[in-house]
């Protein structure tokens, strides 16, 4: 199986940046394609944040586009979300999902708060 940890959210001010990290590791750690960022707010649906594949293809929420940056270093299973310009409506948890192949529900971390709060 493969196991996801996420780690780096808190506490930001508006228009703070912060950064969040994610490890998978385990058998199927070689079989991974698409590693994510979905995020859910109290009372709202669990929403991607930003997807990027093997090779590079990345996709972004229209909320984030232009203020957060995900990227992946392959050779150590580890994808990061940079995001800057944060506002009070990013708070949420933040969870890593990486899947072996794409629409499967894939392996999810336990999720890192993020509070964007004066």
């Known amino acids: 199986q493969v196991q996801v940890v996420e780690s780096g959210g808190g506490l930001v001010q508006p228009g703070g940046s912060l950064r969040v990290s994610c490890v998978a590791s385990?058998?199927?750690?070689?079989?991974?394609?698409?590693m994510g960022w979905h995020r859910q707010a109290p009372g709202k649906q669990r929403e991607l944040v930003a997807s990027i594949t093997r090779s590079g293809r990345i996709t972004y929420a229209n909320s984030v586009e232009g203020r957060f940056t995900i990227s992946r270093d392959n050779a150590k299973n580890t994808v990061y979300l940079q995001m800057n310009s944060l506002k009070p409506e990013d708070t949420a948890v933040y969870y890593c999902?990486?899947?072996?192949?794409?629409?499967?529900?894939?392996?999810w971390g336990q999720g890192t708060q993020v509070t964007v709060s004066s």
């Open positions: 999902n990486v899947q072996r192949f794409p629409g499967t529900s894939g392996y």
């Open positions: 385990g058998r199927f750690v070689v079989d991974i394609n698409i």
